[in-house]
């Protein structure tokens, strides 16, 4: 169930059936506002979906509302939906008419201020919780805040060999390992393309706009396709076609150039979104349905977000007019803030007077660890912490043992440490080894044996049966 909130201070808002059939009015407008922002403060994973209601402010005109482009007809009777059906490249009179909507079009985007909406998007985009935006528009605003517009890349990496990843060139004076040159993944993706670039239709050359402005009422010839025209021309050689130049805009009745790179965009924005803001717009499009359903069951699939009355906000949808087809909409949005995007985003959003928790609550107190303890710039306690040393390990020595006197009657003492037992001999003992055998039956008087240098060569055979080759510290007891 979507709950409806509206800006307006007069009251409810207008009440249709459209309305109503999409949305139930919010028992308390206040509360309800105060957790969607509080979604919106916190959210660390948005992708917004925007449409032309956010750039009306910046006296750029939407396309389906009372007033927008498609109300309307052209000085020569067609209506403006036609002028953006791909088939007005082919018809002489309707490219004249095109051109001439492109043109208008242009100079209005480029002499458009950003609004507060294209604002908010690039504190979000600075703040790090901007994880796409998918645009409709065509006016480039987004670029004018500092954001990243246009497709991601979709070339296959090169194969590497194996253990060469990392390796620096030859050639090369400098020890740090050379940086890759492609350029950032675009923040901000255009759904239906951008005014701002014309391309070939045969070669696919791309070339601003802005040189070819105001554009001719007949076809733009490609200055690329002419150039290799040309030189095949002066090498005798068999001509061959030329494309012309169009505006760089996704049209009625074709498909989308790149619908594949943004295809995998959005499969990859949705592991990792949490939120989802929607703003101006009909959501009349079918890719731009299919892209925010799948958003908001990915959202949704999510933990936390959840608000007092226990209502999970996860997806925000914000316009004055419901969305297209009403019922459709079932349970994909959990707020529907009815009114102007820019006010929402001054008054509310980016209001630091409008508080994320009620007037009358206190807020909660800070745990005593988080007083008491003095924390660095990392946020790690200051304590000093023991270092820990490494532990040393040394060789066993031998340990005397006391053969059982049944047999003979009387104790065998056998080679004795001249230093204190080690702390490894417990384990050395433990393992079970055979102790070590007797020297002689009788008892001699302790002899010393010297070890002779190894820089000479000493005979392996000992000059006496009871001696033995022993360290230096070793007794023999003979």
Known sequence: MTIRVHLSTSGAGPSSAAASSFATPAIDTEDTLRQVVTRLRTAKRIVVV?????????????FRSASGLFSGKSKGGHSVKDLFHVRCLAHPTL??????????LSSLSTAAPPTPFHTYLSSLDNEGRLLRCYTQNIDGLEEKTGLAVGIPSNKRKSPKAKGKENAPSLLSTSDTPETSSEPPEPRVIPLH????????????????????LPL???????????????????????????????????????????????????????????????????????????????????????GRGKGKQGHDVKTVFVNEEPPSKGSEWDGIFDIWVQGDVQKFVKDYIQNPEFVS??????????????TTKPFTSKGTPNTPKKRKLPTTYFPPTPVSLEKDNSSTGS??????????????????????????????????????????????????????????FLPPSVEIRG
């Open 50 to 62: 925007s449409g032309a209601g956010v750039s009306t402010a910046a006296a750029i005109p939407d």
């Open 95 to 104: 490219l004249a008419k095109h051109h001439e909507l492109i043109t208008s």
């Open 193 to 212: 393309g951008l005014l701002s670039t014309l391309h070939c239709t045969l070669c696919h050359t791309t070339l601003p706009l802005s040189p070819h």
């Open 216 to 302: 001719p009422p007949t076809s733009v010839p490609c200055p690329t396709c002419e150039l290799a025209s040309s030189i095949r021309s002066a090498l005798s050689e068999r001509s061959r076609k030329s494309g012309t130049l169009r505006a760089s805009v996704v049209l009625y009745g074709e498909e989308h150039p790149e619908g594949e790179s943004i295809g995998k965009s959005v499969s990859k924005d949705l592991k990792g979104v949490d939120m989802l803001l929607v703003c101006g717009t009909s959501l009349s499009v079918p890719g731009v349905k299919r892209v925010v359903k799948e958003m908001a069951k990915s959202a949704k699939s999510k």
């Open 357 to 370: 928790t009620p007037a009358g609550s206190s807020p909660k107190k800070a745990s005593p660890s988080a």
């Open 411 to 468: 104790p065998q003492i056998y080679a004795t440490p001249t230093k204190p037992q080690s702390a490894g001999v417990a384990s050395y003992v433990s393992m079970g080894l055979p102790p070590t055998p007797p020297l002689t039956d009788k008892v001699r008087p302790i002899k010393r044996v010297k070890v002779e240098s190894r820089e000479r060569e000493v005979s392996p055979t000992p000059t006496r049966k009871d001696e033995r």
